[in-house]
């Protein structure tokens, strides 16, 4: 029951997978309908500002993503680039707001796009999760790294090795859903579970 609770995660990454298309001749479009299926993985805040962005600056925003999602560049890199860019378009628009494309925001972009490589972060998840491992947290900025190292790891030590626990994870997915063969989403479900569901009310 648990993990059937997170299946729209899976179906929102294959979602974004069917309609993502940086080349589509109306990217704000095609953005607002890759991202419709993300639920709560992204604060409201967070969407309506860079849908608010990409409507003013199509083109700048447009640049950012195809940045961002440059896998022949280093990541920390482009999700700094991304977060500064963003939230500089932003204070063109009103210099009160910021761009509010952080960590968070920028996993979910990121891991819609390569789901066998990214994963779905929160910070508050984040701080269990090395607390588990015995690790210092990291400084602002560089919490995502660590976590996918994290979870790398985990998935490696633990997850490759649980074969039927992927049969049965695996049976139970809809077809609408991303079939997730790097186990990622899986990996994460599993720690969610563990970390996160029963400790707390405030789900993704």
Known sequence: KPHSDEFYKYEAIQYFQNYWNIDAPDFVAMLGNALKKQTNLLFYGYLGTIQKVASRFPEQTQQQFQKLFDEGKELLARMN??????DSLMKQIDPERSGMQDERAMAVYLTFRYP????????SFYTKFVELFNEKKAAKGL?????IWLCDEFKEKYVFRDKELWQITNATLPPTAWPDASRNVLTQDILYCGLDQYQSVNYW
């Open 81 to 86: 680039v991304f977060e500064r860019t963003i």
């Open 143 to 147: 919490k995502y790294a660590h976590y």
């Open 116 to 123: 066998d490589k990214y994963y779905f972060f929160k910070d």
